[in-house]
């Protein structure tokens, strides 16, 4: 699965090559009815977002990576399966130090507008 993410992903130059595992959250999008199409998506990504949580108490160093970037053909002919990929999370040691990269917040008056 490294391989397959690292080579097909193209968020991950740069730093891919330095994952030690990937893990692939799919979701089966048979297991839900017509109308409800978006529920395999809520549902794993209420699944992903704990498995994060979890992955930062055990100190394991993530970075989740959107699907999207992935060949159309990725569940079919890579993963032989009719599951839906919903994210990929690059996983490995967290050294002791890093960098992190700065965001700016904007203040809750200049995005939010009372009339």
Not at 23 to 48: E, K, M, P, R
Not at 59 to 72: D, F, N
Request: net charge neutral; proline share 3%; aromatic share 10%.
């Amino acid at each position: 699965m490294k391989e397959i993410c690292s080579n097909f992903h193209n968020g991950s130059r740069g730093f891919g090559e330095k994952a030690d595992k990937w893990l692939l959250v799919t979701s089966d999008q048979g297991a839900w009815a017509h109308d409800q199409s978006s529920s395999a998506y809520v549902d794993a990504g209420i699944f992903t977002m704990n498995l994060l949580y979890s992955l930062h108490y055990y100190k394991i160093a993530s970075c989740t990576l959107s699907p999207t970037l992935l060949p159309s053909s990725f569940s079919k002919e890579i993963l032989k399966t009719n599951q839906i990929p919903i994210s990929i999370i690059a996983i490995g040691d967290c050294p002791d130090s890093f960098l992190v990269a700065r965001s700016t917040r904007k203040t809750i008056e200049s995005i939010v507008h009372m009339h």
